[in-house]
């Protein structure tokens, strides 16, 4: 069974500054769809980036980026000059890309923007 | 992007009654749309994928007959909570897919209380 591991359960970044969060997963299969979904306190899922393994190529979405270790089963969430509007709880997840492509999330990692 | 909704937002009822939660795709078609359940400062776990025309495939460990899934239309899925008991009370979500099955976008959740 796939899962997916997020250590950090809480990260804090001050304002205008540079944060990651770090994730990992385990899975046998080569081809799949990795994401990063935020939820602010609104408690709505919101796509922040997604990642298909069989890219080498690191996705990036205007301040979030991601570091894709294929190899090392690790997809680490970069977001880069940290705004107030960033803080939120942080989900990585997985899903296969081919069948019913149901997501299996991570803990969760709450940041926290110090003004 | 893709709009899903869910009605309603928010729901208190007694305990032995039965709750129907509506996931509405807005402007696209999904074949299969997913329901999961938040417990509070937890991650979000999948109890059932719904595909439009067919039977809903749950978790293991989700019962079938006290969660009931219709997914009578490309653009609507319902989950009835029957006979709803105080632990039943949780934070749900819907999801659905698009077309290319790559994404899955979120409706903004229903809170359950029941007493």
């Known amino acids: 069974a796939q899962t997916v591991t997020q250590s950090q359960p809480e990260m804090s970044v001050q304002e205008a500054e540079t944060v990651t969060l770090s994730c990992t997963y385990d899975t046998s299969e080569s081809d799949y769809y990795l994401f990063w979904y935020k939820q602010p306190p609104s408690r709505q899922m919101i796509l922040v980036i997604r990642?298909?393994?069989?890219?080498?190529q690191n996705a990036t979405e205007n301040r979030f980026s991601v570091n894709f270790q294929k190899a090392a089963k690790s997809f680490s969430l970069k977001i880069s000059d940290s705004q107030l509007g960033d803080a939120a709880m942080y989900f990585c997840a997985y899903s296969l890309i081919q069948g019913a492509q149901k997501l299996v999330f991570g803990q969760g990692t709450r940041l926290t923007i110090n003004p | 992007g893709a709009v899903v909704s869910q009605h309603p937002s928010r729901v208190i009822c007694k305990s032995g009654t039965s709750v129907k939660i509506e996931c509405r795709s807005l402007d696209f078609q999904a074949t299969t749309m997913f329901w999961y359940r938040q417990f509070p400062k937890q991650s979000l776990m999948l109890m059932a994928t719904s595909n439009e025309g067919s039977k809903a495939t749950y978790e293991q460990g989700v019962e079938k007959d006290k969660f009931l899934i219709n997914h009578a239309s490309l653009t609507l899925s319902t989950l009835t909570v029957t006979s709803a008991h105080p632990e039943d009370s949780s934070f749900y979500i819907c999801s659905a897919s698009t077309a290319d099955q790559e994404t899955q976008y979120f409706g903004p959740g229903t809170r359950l209380l029941v007493l």
């Open positions: 990642q298909e393994a069989y890219k080498q």
